[in-house]
């Protein structure tokens, strides 16, 4: 068995790339990892802008300001001000190149056509400088970035219509098991409903993954062996959940040999997760996930995210990880690697109740895992722990 640490290693090595890229509509873009770095055309902001209402000034030496013109935001005015002269102005107006302070309305008193400034104004003060937040030229967000809200904001405002990203992969979900019945049948003695398809369609779908198929299949080797090959053959990505353990009737492992897939790794010392399966055939990776449905989450979250990323060529592929104080005592069962369902709170983190591998309730409250090395026994409040933070919580 090997350890959390080189598991996560080898499907980051092994995980393909893709090589495709799509030119896309910025606003059709949420969630594509950007393939080349996006340069801005424009200096932002174009012009010199007023940052308040109030008035534009050719500062000189007094506090007596005579008024003379009047600018609006979306003018394309550009009046000349001479010393001690002012122009009414309002927030996002550009400011004319012979004014070099705006005071606010609320600083000065109005008399007629003069204003007298309350207090003194510095030199350049409410002007944004044209380009103070990005130049025209200059990169303004990098290739291998997964383009959330806020960057398609910054994007819109420097113009940009189209991004080069990175196509996203296709993926079968293959569930198995005999006791598994869909919802909205009535459940027979020794049955359950089969949610983990519908888990991780949904998380997948909630990342920006909607290329998604699953199929669910008995406890047979013939038809496990014809799923997989034909999953594989038409997908980038598969994962399979259940199947993976050591019982007479968990053919997953047999499958993936027989159909010629290469295993990169089986079992990995860590609870929940322990059979779990990577392996590859061609460029299509493939994951034996275990079926226990909160085991299959937290390995989704650890392993496969990190595996997507890759795939869309991202710069950063796993999610990210923080070191917070433990805000209640907490014994560790058994000396595997812990991956467990937290929630931080404040400055800290608290081990949620439930953790058993087929509990998924307690993921609703979670957003974090907490990660404990091997043998790390009893865990006292206030000592630090590494906290994986999982996405949209
Ligand atoms: N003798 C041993 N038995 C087991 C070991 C072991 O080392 N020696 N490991 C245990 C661990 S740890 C895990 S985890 C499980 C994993 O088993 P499988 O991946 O083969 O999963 P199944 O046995 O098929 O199912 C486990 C559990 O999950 C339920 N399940 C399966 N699929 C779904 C689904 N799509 N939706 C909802 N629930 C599902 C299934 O009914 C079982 O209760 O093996 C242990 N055994
Ligand atoms: O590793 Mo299993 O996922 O503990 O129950």
């Not at 060529?313 to 467990?340: H, M, N, W």
């Not at 800290?348 to 087929?358: D, M």
Request: hydrophobic share 40%; proline share 4%.
């Amino acid at each position: 068995m090997i350890d959390t640490a080189t598991a996560l290693e080898l499907v980051t090595i092994h995980g393909s790339t893709s090589t495709i890229e799509q030119e896309m509509e910025l606003e059709n873009a949420l969630d594509y990892v950007l393939a080349k770095d996006v340069t801005s055309e424009i200096d932002m902001p174009p012009f010199r802008q007023s940052a308040m209402d109030g008035y534009a000034l050719h500062l000189n030496d007094g506090v007596t300001y005579s008024l003379v013109e009047e600018i609006k935001a979306g003018d394309d005015t550009n009046p000349t001000l001479q010393k001690g002269q002012a122009a009414r102005i309002f927030t996002g107006a550009p400011v004319p190149n012979t004014a070099n302070a705006v005071v606010m309305q609320e600083k000065v008193r109005v008399n007629g056509e003069e204003i007298i400034l309350k207090e003194p104004v510095d030199q350049g003060a409410n002007i944004r400088p044209q380009g103070e937040q990005i130049r025209a030229g200059a990169i303004a967000i990098t290739k291998g970035t997964t383009l959330k809200g806020t960057h398609i904001g910054f994007l819109a405002s420097l113009g940009v219509t189209k991004v080069s990203v990175c196509t996203k992969p296709s993926i079968s979900i293959v569930v198995t098991g005999n006791e598994l019945v869909d919802s909205g049948e009535k459940l027979a003695y020794g049955q359950i409903y089969q949610s983990n398809g519908y888990m991780l369609t949904a998380v997948l779908k909630e990342l920006g993954y909607a290329n998604t198929s699953v199929v669910t299949i008995k406890d047979n080797f013939q038809h496990t062996k014809t799923v997989l090959k034909s999953s594989l053959a038409s997908h980038d990505i598969v994962l399979v959940t259940g199947g993976i353990s050591v019982g007479d009737y968990d053919f997953v492992g047999k499958a993936f040999a027989e159909i010629g897939v290469k295993e990169i790794f089986y079992k990995v010392k860590q609870k929940p997760g322990k059979p779990l399966y990577y392996g590859k055939k061609g460029d299509t990776s493939i994951f034996g996930l275990p079926g226990n449905p909160a085991a299959a989450l937290s390995c989704f979250y650890v392993y496969v995210y990190p595996l997507l990323k890759k795939w869309e060529g991202a710069e950063q592929v796993s999610l990210p990880r923080i070191s917070l104080p433990l805000l209640a005592d907490y014994t560790v069962k058994g000396t595997r690697a812990q991956f467990l369902k937290a929630r931080i709170q404040g400055a800290g983190v608290t081990i949620l109740g439930g953790q058993s591998s087929a509990m998924v309730k307690a993921f609703g409250d979670a957003n974090a895992l907490v990660y404990l090395p091997q043998n790390s026994a009893e865990i006292k409040k206030g000592q630090m722990v590494e906290a994986i933070l999982l996405p949209f919580k």
